[in-house]
C-alpha cells in the first residue's frame, strides 16, 4: 500500500507541468467551444444560485440563519457545492473520458483525476467571485479570516483528487459506478446541510451531518466569511475530515497502482 | 557464459521472451467463459538501429503487439525487454479539435510528457515541418484529415526516442507528405541509428523501408528474417488468400479463430482485482 501511495504521489509531483497544461487547454477549449466563451463560466453559476435563491428565499420565505441573510448564507455553501459536486461527478469519468489518449501513448494514469480537479477549481474560481461580489453588496467586508479560504480550498482540492482516484479507477471497472453517483449527488445536495440549517434536526442526525466531509468545507467557508472562529475550532471535524481523505487517497492510490497497466483491456 | 548473455543482450533494443496477450471474451451463450489470444508466444529480438517490418493481415495482432512494445499495454505472459525509452507515433491521439493548431502543439507536447522548454523548442521544428503554415491559428476541428494527420506525425516526431514505433502512420496524407516522411525516417535510420518498428499495409513501402521483417499470422509469428525474403513470402501468401472463394476464407478465418481461443474455468469476481 505504502508503495503505491508513494507511487501516485511522484507521478502527480513529477508531472506538476503536464497537470497544469492539460486542465489549461481544457478550460481553453471548453472557452473557444461557445461563442460567449467564459462569460458562461459565470452566467452558468449565477442562474442557478438565482434558480435557489427565488425557490427557498422568495417562495419559500426562508428567514436569516442567525444573524446571517439568507442568500450569502446560501451562497458561501452553494460555492463549496458547486465546486465538489462537479469534482465528483466528472471525477468519475477522468480516466475513461482520456480513453483515446491512454489508449494511444504511455500515460500516466494517475495524474487524470487531478487535472480533472483543476479545470473544476478553475470554475470555483469564478464563482468565488460572483460570491465575493455578493457578500460585499451585503456588507461583509475581507477580514484577516478570509485567508482561511487558502487552506478550505487545499482541503478541498485534496479530498476531491482522494475521492477521484477511487471512483475512477472504479468506473472503469463498471461503468455503473458514475451513473450511480450522479444519482447519489442529486439526493446529496438536499441531505447537505447546504440549504437548510443544521440546527434545525435533532442531536444525533446532526452529528451524522457533522460527519459528512462537504459539509466540513461548506463550515469553513461560512466561518471565514461569517463566523469568525479560526480553523481550530472545528478540530474534531477537521480530523475526520482528513482521515476520511487520507483513507479515501490509500484506497484510491492502491486501486490506481493495482490497475496501472490493465485500464486498455477495461475500456 | 553469463557475461556473454548480458553483452549479447545489450545489443538488442527489444526483447520477447514468449508474450502471449490474452482477451477475455464477452460471449453469453457459452456455458464456460473463453480466452482469446492475442498474441501467443511469441518471441523476437530486434538489433539497435534496425529497421523492423510488422508484417500481417487484419487481426493478426500487429496493433497489439505494438501497444506492448510502446509500453502503453501490459503482456498477460512472458517477458518484454526494452534497452533505451520507445514511443509510439500517434498521429491523431491527443489533438483537441477545440484548440488552434499553435495551442495543439502545446497540448499534445504535454500529453506526451514534454517540458516546458522542450516544447519551446519544437515549436518551430513542428510548424515547419507539418507545412500548415497560416491554418495553424485555426482550430484543429477545421482542418483536413491529411493536415490533422501531419500535424500529429510532427509533434510525434519531434520526440527523439531511441525506438520509434509507426503503426500505420504514413497511410493517411497525401503522397508528398508520406514521402518526405519516410525521407525523414531514413534519415532517422541513417544518420541517428534509431531503431524503428514499421507498420505498413502497403507492401512497397514497408520493403523500401525495412532491413528486417516479422510476420504475425493468428496472434503467431509465422516466420521472421531479411526483409526481402519474408516480403517475398508474405506477398504469395496473400495472393493466395486474396484468391480463395467467400467460403474458403471464412473456413481459414474459422480455423484461425478456434486456434486462438481456449475455453478456461470460470473464476469469481474477484479475479478481476488480481493481476
Partial sequence: MFKAIKYVISENVGNLYRIFTISKYTITADIH???????????????????????????????????????PWMLTGMAVWFFLSPCITNGCNAIFQKAGVISKMKFPVSILPATVIFV??????????????????????PSIYWLELIYYMAAAILFAISLALVMSVLNMIARDVRKFVLA??????????ILWDIKTLPKNLQFIMKCNPIFYIVTGYRDCFFYHRGILFYHKQMALFFAITLTLFAIGSTLMYRFKTRFIDLL | ????????????????????????????????????????????????????????????????????LAG????????????????????????????????????????????????????????????????????VKKYSSGMKSRLGFSISLALDPDIYIIDEALSVGDKAFADKCLDKMNELKNNSKKTIIFISHSLQ???????????????????MGPMDIICHNYSYYIHYYQDLSPEGKKKENQSRFDARVEEVKRKGLHSIFRG
Fill in chain 1, 33 to 71: 467551444d461557445s461563442k460567449l466563451g467564459l462569460f458562461w463560466n459565470f452566467a452558468n453559476p449565477l442562474i442557478q444560485v438565482m434558480t435557489y435563491w427565488f425557490l427557498f428565499g422568495i417562495v419559500f420565505q426562508r428567514k436569516a440563519v442567525g444573524d446571517i441573510p439568507y442568500l
Fill in chain 1, 120 to 141: 473544476e477549481f478553475f470554475n470555483h474560481i469564478c464563482f468565488m467571485i460572483i460570491t465575493i461580489i455578493g457578500l460585499l453588496l451585503f456588507g461583509f467586508y
Fill in chain 1, 184 to 193: 447519489i449527488m442529486r439526493l446529496l445536495l438536499y441531505l447537505t446541510p
Fill in chain 2, 1 to 68: 557464459m553469463l557475461e556473454d548473455i548480458l553483452y549479447d543482450n545489450n545489443e538488442y533494443a527489444v526483447i520477447f521472451d514468449n508474450v502471449s496477450k490474452i482477451y477475455r471474451l464477452n460471449d453469453k451463450g457459452h456455458k464456460t467463459p473463453r480466452d482469446f489470444y492475442a498474441l501467443r508466444d511469441v518471441s523476437f529480438k530486434i538489433k539497435k538501429g534496425e529497421v523492423c517490418g510488422l508484417l500481417g493481415i487484419n487481426g493478426s495482432g500487429k496493433s497489439t503487439l505494438s501497444m506492448i
Fill in chain 2, 72 to 139: 502503453i499495454q501490459s503482456p498477460s505472459k512472458g517477458t518484454v525487454t526494452i534497452n533505451g525509452h520507445q514511443e509510439m507515433v500517434a498521429i491523431q491521439a491527443g489533438l483537441n479539435g477545440q484548440l488552434t493548431g499553435y495551442e495543439n502543439i502545446d497540448y499534445k507536447g504535454a500529453l506526451l510528457g514534454l517540458s516546458k522548454n522542450k516544447i519551446k523548442e519544437i515549436k518551430d521544428v513542428v510548424c515547419e515541418f507539418s507545412e500548415i503554415g497560416e491554418f495553424l491559428d485555426q482550430p
Fill in chain 2, 205 to 223: 513501402q514497408s520493403r523500401s523501408f525495412c532491413d528486417t521483417a516479422i510476420w504475425l499470422d493468428g496472434g503467431k509469428v509465422r516466420r
